[in-house]
């Protein structure tokens, strides 16, 4: 923190420069405070500002996420053209997200971020994102795909996804929600607000817990319990003259949830899809997260703000796992072990239960981690109008450095009357022991130029950043540096692009090609991950009815795999080189609304399709990770080529209805090409979801969701090992109150 703290100081002098400054020269100052906005913490901030971005963009508001009362990041992307997600839990707690093709695992390939800040725990060194904040408690989700992407980094090829938490009202406000439902789920969020004269405050508790929907032989527990508490404070008053605002974010929140990477096999599957197998009662994972943000903003004038931002995020996470059997001294993998089970009928009968120990053969590993990401990020936004044109200019730069610390260990288990009893516990340290940090710089300009009819959006970032990891091996828990080995790399990078758009009379015309950038790994001269991306679209608006239709290609030069646990690998994390690789694909979103009677009746409808087609241009093994062997012409894992929703709406006085269908095209589970096979493959599925809405009174609101309303029965991924389900059919029901 030490490198931050002077880059800290030096941006608040330079505001008070600048403040000083407008004082000089201005000899009465009166402007209006809360014409202050706090405008860092979002992206764009509206649907208006999506639909007239020179790059794809999605805004989805409070109303859209309240209209399914989505406590579920994947429900709600869903609905989101061009963007893939397998599922693991069925309860949305570990997403895994694609933006245009980006490998999915873990999120690892997008820029995470909440209120404008990278939140993945630690994106430089080791961005999977096992930590996901609660979109319970969230009043928007932001997508940004395309060229405009560039100012939010360092992830710039499929996309980046901010999560805006609820702001400060300038009103007095409380807000409440509670919800009961299927597998004794319960769902509370409180809020209030208010400002008052210079202060404002908000102070928002979410808790959210579900016994689950899978069963464990012994009975046992496989759901979750969360908590998350958000308080913000804000102060606003004049600076010399110039109005300021300074705002404070606390954000807290642990979970505990039994899930487990333990799937089934496919006969298992096919028998009872929601039962757990007895090797995985144990399994179970414990989180504790806190974020601090202080925001300064300056705002000279309408058309020139400096907003400043420090924080600190901080992730601790223990997943307690199942992580191998070993008998008669043969190591044997879960995935191997559920693949076929015939194969390796003694590791099978020790998993199911049905079959007792001769000793202890059941290892489960502690995943100990800690993380930490800090740094401080500015923006200057300068705007003005010419003669003919309208410009603006708006330049950033982000000093950070995030850390992962991983000191995990084994206990070892054997199976007696279907119940795991512990032989062994393990020394901390002794499976895993390392730390690995970055340090980055990043900056950017990004310029706006609008004349007439077309609009012109030319940006550049750089970054710049030092890899480094320090491990001290198995047998040096104490980390007295006996068994130490190190690593180290160091990139540095500019990412141009350039976007357009040009509006007619009902269509605008837009597009742009800019670079695609992921960070690579610590080890030393490993290459990042490069692509060129291009898009080309059309947005059309007319008689109510809106629609966008969008082409891109995003042409890899190096494509970056990695060795996550999740998908079936190691779980050391490390990076690898797949070279070349093309993904492109078609997004298309149409709304309208059939009938609109004076404002008492409407029938609003959407549909969404997106097509990606991904194909590797050259061989190479990666039997270890997600993708498996690799041959030329084959495609992507987890990547379905089609995809579409269909949300329909009614709304007649105090009643509103809502239903959406679902369709997930078929994915492969292994890179491959040609027809897909059965046993390395998912199926698809199509999901119909509803709610039901209806106005007590302009404060009270009663409504029922309900999941997967035909109770389908669908698997969503065979990884980490074995096939998993989605979630069955639930029905939820609760009241809304705000005042």
Known sequence: MNKLLPLLITLLVFNNSLGQEKEATKKDSTQILSEVVVSAHQLFGSKFRAKNR???????DQLELQKFNITDINRALR?????SIYEEDGMGLRPNISLRGTSPERSAKITLMEDGVLIAPAPYSASAAYYFPTIARMQAVEILKGSSQIQYGPYTTGGAINLVSKVIPQENSTQLLAQYGAFNSKLFNLSHGATKGKWGYLADYTRYDSDGFKTLPNGGNTGFDKQDFVGKIKYSD???GVPQLLEFKYQYSDETSNETYLGLTEDDFSTDAFQRYAASEKDQMNTLHRQYML????????????????????FARNWYKLDYLEIDDQKMSLTDILTNPAQYPEAFDRITGSEDSREADLFVKANNRSFLSRGVQTKLDIHWDGEQAYHDLEIGARLHEDQEDRFQWLNDYSMENGTMVLNNTGTRGTDANRISDANAFAAYAFYK???????LTPGVRYENMDLSRVDYGKNDPQRNGSDLSERSNSLSVWIPGVGFNYKLDQVSIFGGIHKGFAPPGSIEGQKAEESINTELGARFSYAGINAELIGYRNDYSNLLGSDFAAS??????????AGEVLVQGIEFLINL????????????VTFGYTFTDTEFQNSFDASNGLWGDVNIGDEMPYIARDQWHLSLGYEVKKWEFNTQLRHMGAIRTIAGQGDLDPLNSVKANTILDASVHYKVNNRLRIQSNIVNALNSTYAVSRL????RPGHPFGINVGLRYGF
């Open 54 to 60: 020179t790059g794809a963009a999605y805004y989805m």
């Open 79 to 83: 609905s989101v053209p061009g963007v």
């Open 238 to 240: 004049l600076l010399l």
């Open 295 to 314: 925001t300064h903003t300056l705002k000279f004038s309408d058309y020139l703000s400096l907003t400043t931002t420090a924080y600190q995020n901080e």
């Open 449 to 455: 130029y609008t004349y007439k009819n077309l609009t």
């Open 568 to 577: 079936g690998g190691t779980g050391n994390l490390d990076l690898f080189n």
């Open 593 to 604: 609304d059939f009938i609109r009677f004076n404002n008492q009746s409407s029938l609003p």
């Open 720 to 723: 980490p090992h074995g096939l």
